[in-house]
């Protein structure tokens, strides 16, 4: 992306009442983006959901002042500038319901691509829950999965501590600018974090302020860049909470661990697992059977019974990583092409099947539409028994 784009694409985010939903549908209607500014507030108002106030906001904006000063600052923090028109913008996270527009990170921009699992909990969290966070987190990132959480106090900080400490990939989400790593006690394991493989990232422009309000906005950020979502120990409302039933908008399998039902801290997880809303998870092995991993990009080796051990404990050996690079088979295929009713979107979905098992994310990217609008495509051809779901949110033809 060239640098008027860039500087448009801030601009964009300073306009008041334009979310990263309006803005892509503008994106859409204006593929040359410098044209945005030259609109009338006629063409602005027949794009649906932009009203008057909005188009208004538009074309008076004019600080143009504050974009060459935001990216004045990411120059000077050393940050690098992603697009969702950029080709290194994560996958996963283009395809749910409200990408950002823009990200701002640190570290390698490739680790928000990784296969990665989000490790989410409270900020104080009780012995039991530190334990769990801990361990959970070092024990995934030696399979070469990345760990991606929120940075917060508690959970959070043990998530990402214990992944650097296990020489893992970690990638820290921010409720602030890139500029302002809150809390402030955390920055030296940002650059733990980025000296090992990760990055820290923000959708804020630099400058940004850890406001409450900005961190129910960063949780879906935190769940649609990852594979699935761990709740290690929460109540039933909070930040956690807003994460967990984010990544289930998000078609993300989410992982609960269970609680004594007497600590008030676990009571989300264990209502969740009691919802059916979350998988209970007692072990390392439950995550990874779920997720139908592609083992092939992990760095796990082919044969380490200590790691196996360590992993799973004496009962666990023989399952879930025994051999990490198995080849998933190819799908049989079903002659859908004799169905004469199927639409033009079923048909694309069930052409790009016959390649073979997919993810729903990569699914969405072939397919250049949103994932959560391809599910009831999968579904109404599930019906029809032309298409077949597996764990971990995969599909292939029936």
């Known amino acids: ?235 039933v409302t909070g930040g956690s909470m807003i994460t967990a039933y984010s990544a289930l908008d998000q078609g993300r399998e989410v992982f609960a661990i269970p609680h004594d039902i007497t600590t008030q801290t676990g009571k989300g997880c264990n209502t969740m697992i009691k919802k059916g809303h979350a998988k209970l998870t007692m072990n390392v092995d439950d995550i990874l059977e779920e997720l139908n991993l592609d083992w092939s990009v992990l760095e796990l080796p082919e044969e380490d019974p200590e790691l196996q051990k360590e992993l799973f404990g004496e009962e666990g050996e023989g399952k879930g990583v025994t051999h990490p690079k198995r080849k998933v088979s190819e799908a049989p295929k079903k002659n859908w092409r004799s169905k004469e009713d199927l639409t033009e979107e079923m048909k694309q979905v069930c052409e790009l099947l016959e390649a073979g098992e997919m993810h729903i994310d990569d699914l969405a990217d072939k397919a250049a539409k949103p994932g959560h609008l391809l599910l009831g495509t999968l579904l109404d051809l599930e019906l029809q028994e032309l298409v077949v779901a597996k764990s971990g949110k995969r599909f292939s033809l029936a």
């Open 1 to 235: 992306m060239n640098h008027d784009e860039i500087k448009i694409h801030i601009a964009l985010s300073l306009v008041h009442g334009l979310g990263a939903g309006r803005i892509i549908r503008l994106m859409q209607e204006f593929p040359n983006a410098e044209d945005v500014f030259r609109a009338s507030e006629k063409q602005i108002r027949e794009i649906p959901g932009f009203g008057k106030t909005i188009a208004s906001n538009i074309l008076k904006f004019r600080d143009w002042k504050r974009v060459d000063e935001i990216l004045s600052v990411t120059e000077n923090t050393d940050a690098w500038l992603l697009s969702i028109n950029d080709e290194k913008y994560p996958s996963r996270l283009r395809h749910i319901y409200d990408p950002p527009l823009i990200i701002w990170g640190r570290g390698e921009v490739d680790a928000l691509s990784r296969q990665g699992i989000a490790i989410i909990g409270t900020r104080k969290p009780t012995a039991y829950g530190r334990d769990k966070a801990s361990s959970f987190a070092g024990r995934l990132a030696k399979t070469g999965l990345s760990i991606i959480s929120g940075l917060a106090y508690g959970v959070d900080t043990l998530a990402h501590t214990a992944a650097v400490e296990n020489n893992g990939c970690t990638v820290a989400v921010l409720g602030s600018g890139i500029d302002k790593i809150y809390p402030a006690s955390n920055k030296r394991l940002t650059d733990e974090i980025i000296n090992k493989g990760g990055a820290v990232i923000s959708e804020f422009v630099p400058g940004t302020k850890p406001d409450r309000e900005n961190f129910p906005t960063r949780n879906r950020v935190v769940s649609g860049l990852s594979l699935g979502v761990l709740v290690v120990e929460s109540d």
